[in-house]
Every structure is written in C-alpha cells, then in structure tokens.
C-alpha cells in the first residue's frame, strides 16, 4: 500500500542523546515535511522540503535537523535531545511544494526524553 | 505572523445532531483552508478544503464556510455519526511563506 513510513513508532530516550526519526514515501511526492503535534497546540512544522536536495526551516526548527538526499526519505535529528522535545512527531508528503495540496501523513512516531 | 485560534476545544453533539466547529485566522491574505480529522491514535487525514475564492464547499455531510471579511471560516457536519468522533483540525495558509498554521484542534464527541 502506497503511503509514508516512520520509525520507530516509539522511543524513550535519555535526554542528551541523538535521535534520527526516519521518513520514507513511496508515492513519488515532491515535497516532504516534520511536524510535531503536542495537546493544546495543534501541528507545528519543523523542517520542510520542497524537493530532493533543498530544505528549509518551519516555525519551530531549533534543535533539530533535516537532510533530503533523494525524493522518498526525509530523516529528522535531533543531535541531542531534551525534555522538551517529548512529542508526537508526524512526517508528511505532498505532491507539490505549497501546502495547497492534500498532506499525507505517517502514522506518528511518538518520543519520549527523559 | 499568522495566528489561527480554534473553538470550542471540545465539543459533545447527540447522534444525528449537527456540529458546527470555528476558526479565526489574523493574516488577511490567508487564501488556502484544509480541515484534518484525526481518529485516536491515527494519523491526521484531509476531509476538506477551502480556497478564498468562494465561499462555501460541500462534501455529502460536510460543508466549510469562509468569511473572508471576518477572517473566519467553519466547518458543518450534519447528521452526526459515531464514526465522526474525532479531533478536528483547522489550518490557514501563510501567503509570505506558504507554510500552514494550524488550530489547536477540537475533540468531538458523538453521545449515542
């Protein structure tokens, strides 16, 4: 089934440590993204990319890295994690840059820094 | 920047009622307006949306207003199902940066 993949679904990790969430699509879509949803504040964007080899800052891009070196994976580090970065993380896809498309979304990876 | 606030955060209808949930969005040159539903525990998914050049949308049971004057839009759900439990989520489109920013969402609950 054509969609987006994360993993882990779920990781406790000790603050101070470096975390990759990994991304892939299979649906060939040009434009990527990392979101991270916490209760009471909705999806806020963290990293995007509008294609293979660019990315760019969303709202709240501090501690956090991003890299795109072909059209279906989109990993997100976090270089060393803190207590405040205990969230749901979604990775999304569109078909084009602009989010005036439909955004497709992984199933979540939810993380946990103690 | 853009700033979009979303009521009520819960909302409790009966079965087959309607449920009307409301956006607010400050950036008048906002022109892009999804709404995503999210079951528990699942994955946000676009049910509709709206652009600012008409004013209203229907799909089946669910209709999008936009105000464009007022900076609000809205969504409609009508003959409420339990299958529409949910947390709902309204976003407006940044026009300087093409970056979506989203409401804090609504729990809707369907009371058999």
């Known amino acids: 089934i054509a969609g987006i993949t994360q993993a882990p679904t779920s990781q406790i990790l000790a603050a101070g440590r470096r975390m990759t969430l990994r991304c892939t699509q299979d649906m060939r879509h040009n434009a990527m993204y990392w979101y991270r949803q916490d209760l009471g504040l909705g999806l806020r964007l963290i990293h995007y990319s509008n294609t293979a080899g660019t990315t760019g800052k969303g709202e709240v891009p501090d501690g956090y890295s991003v890299s795109r070196a072909n059209t279906d994976d989109f990993p997100l580090t976090l270089a060393s994690a803190v207590p405040s970065q205990t969230s749901v993380y979604f990775c999304a896809s569109s078909e084009t840059w602009g989010h005036t498309g439909e955004l497709f979304f992984g199933e979540g990876s939810r993380l946990t820094v103690l | 920047g853009e700033n979009v606030e979303q009521h009520p955060s819960t909302l409790s209808v009966q079965e087959g009622d309607s449920a009307v949930i409301k956006c607010t969005y400050s950036?008048?040159?906002?022109?892009?307006f999804p709404w995503y539903k999210q079951e528990l525990g699942k994955r946000p998914q676009l049910i509709i949306d709206?652009?600012?050049n008409v004013g209203e949308k229907k799909d089946q049971r669910i209709a999008v207003t936009l105000n464009k004057t007022a900076k609000h839009f809205s969504l409609h759900i009508t003959e409420t199902q339990p299958e529409d439990s949910a947390v709902y989520f309204c976003a407006a489109l940044k026009d300087s940066n093409y970056q979506l920013i989203w409401g804090a969402g609504t729990k809707l609950i369907i009371k058999p």
């Open positions: 709206i652009r600012s």
């Open positions: 950036d008048s040159a906002s022109n892009y």
